[in-house]
T-cell receptor, first 114, second 113 residues
Framework: DVKVTQSSRYLVKRTGEKVFLECVQDMDHENMFWYRQDPGLGLRLIYFSYDVKMKEKGDIPEGYSVSREKKERFSLILESASTNQTSMYLC?????????????FGSGTQLSVL | QKEVEQDPGPLSVPEGAIVSLNCTYSNSAFQYFMWYRQYSRKGPELLMYTYSSGNKEDGRFTAQVDKSSKYISLFIRDSQPSDSATYLCAMRKGSGGSYIPTFGRGTSLIVHP
């Protein structure tokens, strides 16, 4: 079974803190994604990566950065957390070699910034 | 106007009902259409995947695409309480376009016994 593992289920941070969200996949997928999910707004793409050390901005990259030093790991960084970054964060991976290129999602990290 | 529109619900139905979930879209370049199911406190998982227009059936689930109307549907027959979840439609362009899907906001479905 494909597994996408997010390091934390729940996180509580203070405004201004630097926050790291970690994601690891075990299927040797080339593509990895970070989304945030908010009530009424659905899934919004923050950043994605199609290869090691490669990254592309999604729809809402402001206030975030990412790191992909190894194929299986994709990190989302909040340089200085703000209350409007309180959200559910979902990591996903996919392979362009798959017939349907479906996204495999982790269980999410619920981040609260106080 | 968002590229993909989906009524967030909630949609509440009795067990055994036929459920119809729908999305409309504005970009005629979309060729691949997907439905993801998301249980509470879990990530979404792919439920159905279709290419272009037509129907696809998998057990109690049928996905329907009408490209002329830019309208897609997911039907659930004999709905069960275990079908209670949020259903997200997603779609992407064909070859030469981005492989990244565009998601609807999701429809919350509640099937009560």
């Amino acid at each position: 079974d494909v597994k996408v593992t997010q390091s934390s289920r729940y996180l509580v941070k203070r405004t201004g803190e630097k926050v790291f969200l970690e994601c690891v996949q075990d299927m040797d997928h080339e593509n990895m994604f970070w989304y945030r999910q908010d009530p009424g707004l659905g899934l919004r793409l923050i950043y994605f990566s199609y290869d090691v050390k490669m990254k592309e901005k999604g729809d809402i990259p402001e206030g975030y950065s990412v790191s992909r030093e190894k194929k299986e790991r994709f990190s989302l960084i909040l340089e200085s957390a703000s209350t409007n970054q309180t959200s559910m964060y979902l990591c996903a991976s996919s392979s362009p070699r798959g017939s349907d290129e479906k996204l495999f999602f982790g269980s999410g990290t619920q981040l609260s910034v106080l | 106007q968002k590229e993909v529109e989906q009524d967030p619900g909630p949609l509440s139905v009795p067990e055994g009902a036929i459920v119809s979930l729908n999305c409309t879209y504005s970009n005629s370049a979309f060729q691949y259409f997907m439905w993801y199911r998301q249980y509470s406190r879990k990530g979404p998982e792919l439920l159905m995947y279709t290419y272009s227009s037509g129907n696809k059936e998998d057990g109690r689930f049928t996905a329907q695409v009408d490209k002329s109307s830019k309208y897609i549907s997911l039907f659930i027959r004999d709905s069960q309480p275990s079908d209670s979840a949020t259903y997200l439609c997603a779609m992407r362009k064909g070859s030469g376009g981005s492989y990244i899907p565009t998601f609807g906001r999701g429809t919350s479905l509640i099937v009560h016994p």
